[in-house]
């Protein structure tokens, strides 16, 4: 049942204006979420119009009207709250293909149907009858899709459209089989049971071979099926497998087997027959690659056995393998077999996140993608001049201090991240490529740019942060197609007179610098990071397209209703920072139109050091808040939100919490759990009280005198550093989670192929969120530790950060920083160095901070290297093309 009060109420949305309608030009009518009764009569029109989509507007019955629009071949009124429709409705369109009617409340679709329809879609019609749909009359039916309709059995009889159908959706019903009729079916081509019952698969007697067969997410234990299955490719993630379902390999027509999230353990050496060229076995317990296993792999062309605890590889690959795809990410392996070196049409090579030093001498002429970054590699062989289709490397946090230069024979390369490394200068070889778009190098020890990186007329991202530069160049405007530039956790201490950006840029970060004052006009931008500067003045006029401002922990001095004045004449903008400056206030603050995020909601902690950073990154908005305050000397609360369809629910919780903690110094320790629990729903009763339409992830940690109690709520998490371990303090809530999957069907929520709740949502927990119904908030477990001398740190991050950046890592950076701020930073910039294209927040508290840097102090001790010696242009093998400069560029205000 849906529980905000405007659920099922049209009149609350906007109109759509007759005139959309009346439109001379358009062909199709697309509407979303707007009232429409009627939909006018336009005679000049009516047969031009061949698409109508109408969702989202709470229909409870059909558009006056839409009958008239005879001509169309698509009809989409799916996300209404349509239970029937006129008998001879559908008859109207006599030339109809596809109807879309999912996410409605139809309960019987006994109705006559144009011949012409082939695809038929009533899916998230719980309670539908299944009898109505099999005795439809529709001759020419080739696609019928009814997920989520909470199916236990389907009928007995054959359907009326046996003769036609091809494909055939059943996921998200509660099926413990398929009828053996299916057999009847002879023109079956697909069929799909994600998330139903199964415990076994009895294989249905099909006289013809299937192309895909979708058995994902179900309870299959072994594969006992008395006949072997008939289908190209075949499905099983997310069963209980413990070991490989050996008998399936006895079917002659598999040619993509995927078994992925099985908890398969051990040693894997089966013999591979030479029918699968498609083998998944991701996110399982494999530990060894045997010698039958590796040598038979004879016709395999796409192999993913990343994200299991592989350690060592049979140096058995058998000659001229087809393979072009192997994955190996995230795991133990310390060496690569040299019979790799047969894998002669390999163009996807994915091994980072494992133990390499080094690498055998590769030669792939077809590699397109080679990804060996999070290893220990200190030299890369110099054997890569054969590659010349490589679009994208990432050597990314190795021990590199150069690239080899067979690489500059790589013409074709628009993407690098050499970021993590000890590069000084800038690789030679990367000035061969002229195509480049996407450069990440955070994290080395750079301090200058040569001249030739004007020949990146392609660029669009450039990431310097975390190394050494100490002013910028002044040749930026030459990347005409520039969007993101990070010069975050530098020494730049001032922006030069005649320095000018290109008019493409959409994100400019120069956080963590030596900066005094920032007076560039860049009207194009929608992201700009001052943070961690010395700037005691900002004109908010100089970036009138902003979405997302932060000027924390600066020395700003204006006064606080004059700067409001000011960034309220910014349309688009829709948060700003600008907290731990001497503007600091506490007076209340008038109603906004943007988050805002200043000293009033926050306080200083003096106990930790506390470091906050945060970035919309590629997002186009900014949806996180977070909240730290100090009640008194012995309780502090540290607190992130990261909102999904909005800011609201995530800017309002963070204030909600913050005060309804206020309670946790006058009670007892053994009452805290239950105060801390509470107090989310508290927020969350808060939110629907509001009639928030959007829902944020939650994390929280609340410390009271030396006792630490931790909350999540979503997919954020906690992490806990101390000096030799790292201990996960929150557990991310994901919709494929076995656990919460059965929790959300418990609480009539869908989970679609895709890991989204009712097609929408993918997280499995949250505040807010009403529109989804019930079962999205569940008053979270709090857990607790004591601090002890072995403490060092405390993570608390969005996904933005976890989605790359893996708990050990995240220790590692923060044990390695200078200080608390210093780690966040550095956490952030890493984050978007390793492309995570959410909005970043993190907050590190340093539990023993040194003197001086208690609370939200920060320090730029960043060292100042010596220039180095380039010697990029003398080499003439490079092909580099030194740009001149371009005129038309922005000036300075």
């Known amino acids: 049942m849906l529980c905000n009060r405007y659920s099922e109420d049209s009149e609350f949305l906007e109109p759509v204006e007759d005139s959309y309608f009346l439109a001379s030009d358009t062909t199709s009518f697309d509407i979303n979420a707007k009232r429409v009764q009627t939909v006018p009569n336009c005679p000049e029109g009516v047969s031009r119009i061949l698409r109508i989509k109408i969702s989202a507007c709470r229909l409870k019955s059909v558009p006056d009207g839409l009958e008239k629009y005879f001509n169309i071949t698509s009809l989409d009124i799916s996300d209404n709250f349509l239970c029937q429709f006129p008998k001879s409705f559908f008859t109207s369109f006599p030339n109809l293909q596809t109807l879309y009617l999912h996410s409605n409340r139809v309960l019987a679709f006994n109705y006559m149907l144009p011949a012409t329809l082939s695809l038929l879609d009533l899916s998230h019609n719980p309670g539908i009858n299944a009898e109505s749909i099999w005795e439809c009359p529709i001759p020419n039916l080739e696609t019928i899709r009814i997920t989520h309709c909470c199916f236990h059995e389907l009928p007995s009889v054959l359907p009326v459209w046996k003769d036609t159908i091809k494909n055939i959706s059943l996921d998200g019903n509660y099926l413990t089989s398929i009828p053996h009729y299916f057999a009847q079916l002879i023109q079956l081509k697909d069929i799909s049971l994600f998330g139903n019952k199964m415990e076994s698969f009895e294989m249905v007697s099909f006289p013809q071979s299937l192309r895909n067969m979708n ?91 990343s994200n299991n605890l592989i350690s060592s590889i049979s140096d058995s690959f058998p000659e001229k393998i087809p393979m072009t795809q192997l994955l190996l990410n995230n795991n133990l392996i310390g060496s690569l077999p040299v019979s790799m070196n047969n894998l002669k049409y390999l163009e996807i090579l994915n091994i980072s996140h494992n133990s390499l030093v080094t690498l055998p001498s590769f030669s792939f002429s077809n590699l397109r993608i080679f990804n060996t970054s999070f290893n220990c590699i200190v030299e890369l062989p110099d054997t890569l001049s054969s590659s010349q289709y490589l679009t994208e490397i990432n050597v990314a946090f190795n021990q590199l201090k150069t690239l080899p230069r067979s690489l500059s024979q790589c013409r074709k390369v628009i993407e690098v991240n050499i970021s993590g490394n000890q590069f000084i200068v800038f690789p030679r070889c990367l000035f061969s490529f002229s195509q480049l778009k996407m450069l990440y190098a955070s994290g080395n020890r750079l301090s200058s740019i040569p001249s030739s990186f004007g020949s990146f007329f392609f660029l669009q991202t450039l990431d310097l942060s975390n190394n050494h530069f100490t002013e910028l160049p002044l040749f930026l405007h030459q990347f005409t197609s520039l969007k993101y530039l990070i010069f975050s956790h530098n020494l730049i201490s001032c922006i030069p007179n005649d320095f000018q950006l290109p008019l493409s840029l959409l994100l400019f970060d120069l956080s963590y610098n030596k900066l005094t004052s920032f007076n560039l006009s860049i009207p194009s931008i929608f992201s700009l990071s001052l943070d961690c500067n010395a700037i005691t003045e900002f004109n908010p006029s100089l970036v009138p397209s902003s979405k997302f401002i932060s000027l924390n922990s600066n020395f700003l001095t204006t006064p606080v209703p004059s700067l409001l004045e000011q960034i309220m004449q910014l349309p688009s903008l829709m948060s700003f920072e600008i907290i731990n400056n001497p503007i600091g206030f506490t007076s209340e603050l008038p109603p906004l139109p943007f988050h805002f995020f200043n000293d009033s909601s926050i306080s200083a902690i003096q106990s930790f050091g506390v470091g906050y950073s945060g970035t919309m990154g590629t997002r186009p908005t900014m949806e996180d808040a977070v909240t730290f305050h100090q009640y008194d000397e012995n309780h502090s609360l540290y607190a992130l939100f990261d909102g999904h369809h909005g800011e609201k629910s995530a800017t309002l919780s963070a204030l909600c919490l913050q005060k309804e903690l206020s309670k946790v110094v006058s009670v007892e320790h053994h009452s805290v759990p239950t105060l801390f629990s509470d107090s989310f729903e508290v927020v969350n009763n808060r939110l629907r009280s509001l009639n928030v339409t959007d829902g944020c992830t939650a994390v929280a940690l609340l410390v009271k005198e030396n006792t630490c109690y931790s909350v999540g709520v979503g997919d954020s998490r906690i992490v806990r550093v101390t000096k030799y371990s790292v201990e996960r303090l929150t557990q991310d809530s994901k919709p494929t989670n076995r656990l919460e999957y059965e929790r959300l069907r418990g609480a009539g929520l869908t989970v679609n192929a895709e890991g989204r709740i009712n097609r929408k949502l993918a997280v499995a927990r949250s505040l807010g969120d009403f529109w989804c119904g019930e079962g999205l908030f569940v008053k979270p477990d709090v857990s607790s530790f004591t601090l002890t001398d072995e403490d060092d740190s405390i993570i608390i991050a969005c996904d933005g950060v976890w989605d790359v950046i893996d708990d050990e890592f995240a220790a590692k950076v923060v044990r390695e920083s200078q200080s608390a701020q210093d780690a966040a930073t550095t956490l952030r910039n890493f984050a ?51 740009a001149s400069p371009r005129s038309n560029v922005r000036k300075r205000r």
Request: aromatic share 8%; proline share 4%; hydrophobic share 40%.
């Open 832 to 882: 978007f160095a390793l492309s995570s294209n959410d909005n970043i927040s993190v907050i590190v508290i340093k539990i023993n901070p040194i003197e001086g840097q208690q609370g939200l102090q920060y320090y730029n001790t960043i060292e100042i290297l010596q220039q180095p010696i380039e010697e990029l242009d003398v080499d003439a093998d490079l092909g580099v093309t030194i």
């Open 215 to 305: 058995i994902f997410f179900n309870y299959i234990k072994e594969w006992n099926a008395s006949e072997p299955i008939k289908a190209m490719s075949v499905n099983l993630n997310h069963n209980l497998f413990r070991s490989f379902p050996v008998k399936i390999l006895d079917s002659i027509e598999i040619r993509a087997l995927t078994l992925s999230h099985c908890q398969i353990k051990g040693e894997l050496n089966i013999v591979l027959p030479k029918n699968i060229s498609n083998l998944d076995l991701s996110y399982n317990e494999i530990e060894n690659l045997g010698d039958q296993f590796v040598s038979s792999m004879t016709n395999i062309s796409c192999l993913n056995l």
